[in-house]
């Protein structure tokens, strides 16, 4: 009998809450050696814990803070390793915030770029040197419908969601030819601790909108092994987002209104 193959290895940021955990417990059922990357080390910790001795799967725990310099840079020096490459990322932090542009201070919105925007930029373009030269990778960037179209007056969030689905579809034409691919994955609303960090009231919201994060994963798993590079699950979504992609720009904004309690 052969060898068996060596177990891939997933690296998971924002992996201690919502679709992070998610993702880590998915794949972990799954057989991957995880690399869970937070900002928490006791709740990380906790975590891989639960997760080891659950599956049996070796999992590493890297706290860092993705919003700043050192934290990123360490992030991507554990993807460039050689010795214990990264075969799948999952670029899942993120944040949002409960103002409008004019009423956020600048250290926020900077904040803001630096994790949803400068991060999945950085650690995509660490990680893909190795998954190209092995002929075979996948990254997951956790975009956003938001996106797709100015959804809130006043918010950045959408803007930087839009760079992230943008940014995914243009480096997986580049690498897909190569054995690599890179898919945007475009949630609405899913309950995770997201909306509670960012301060923003969902009461108003209709159940019917909101989603699983265990679903929010299997449909995005789903579609990266179908070869698609942007996911958008379940049907509420795909028809809302195909609406705001093809809806005269003007009727988006009427749409989006004023900001109201973002205020």
């Not at 949002?96 to 542009?101: A, D, K, T």
């Not at 940014?167 to 909306?195: K, N, Q, W």
């Not at 699983?212 to 987002?241: C, E, I, N």
């Amino acid at each position: 009998m052969g060898d068996k193959p060596a177990p891939r290895t997933a690296l998971v940021t924002g992996a201690t809450a919502g679709l992070g955990a998610s993702f880590a417990r998915r794949l972990a059922a799954d057989g991957y050696r995880l690399v869970l990357v937070a900002r928490d080390r006791q709740r990380l910790t906790t975590l891989a814990d639960e997760l080891a001795d659950r599956h049996g799967v070796t999992v590493e725990v890297l706290d860092a803070d993705l919003a700043t310099d050192g934290g990123v840079t360490a992030v991507a020096d554990r993807l460039r390793s050689v010795d214990a490459p990264v075969d799948l990322l999952v670029n899942n932090a993120g944040i949002g915030l409960n103002r409008s542009f004019r009423r956020t201070d600048e250290a926020d919105e900077l904040r803001l770029l630096r994790l949803n925007v400068e991060a999945v930029l950085r650690l995509t373009h660490a990680v893909l040197p190795g998954m190209v030269q092995r002929r075979q990778g996948r990254v997951i960037n956790v975009s956003s419908v938001a996106g797709f179209g100015p959804l809130a007056a006043g918010s950045t969030y959408s803007a930087s969601k839009a760079w992230v689905t943008n940014f995914s579809e243009s480096i997986d034409m580049s690498v897909r030819h190569l054995g690599v691919r890179v898919m945007a994955l475009c949630p609405g609303y899913v309950r995770t601790e997201f909306h509670e960090r960012a301060g923003i009231r969902t009461s108003g919201s209709p159940t019917w909108l909101w989603l699983r994060a265990d679903d929010v994963v299997a449909d995005g798993l789903r579609d990266l092994a179908r070869g698609r590079a942007v996911s958008v699950p379940d049907w509420r979504y795909k028809t809302l987002a195909t609406v705001v992609r093809h809806a005269p720009h003007g009727l988006l904004r009427l749409a989006a209104g004023r900001p109201k309690s973002r205020e």
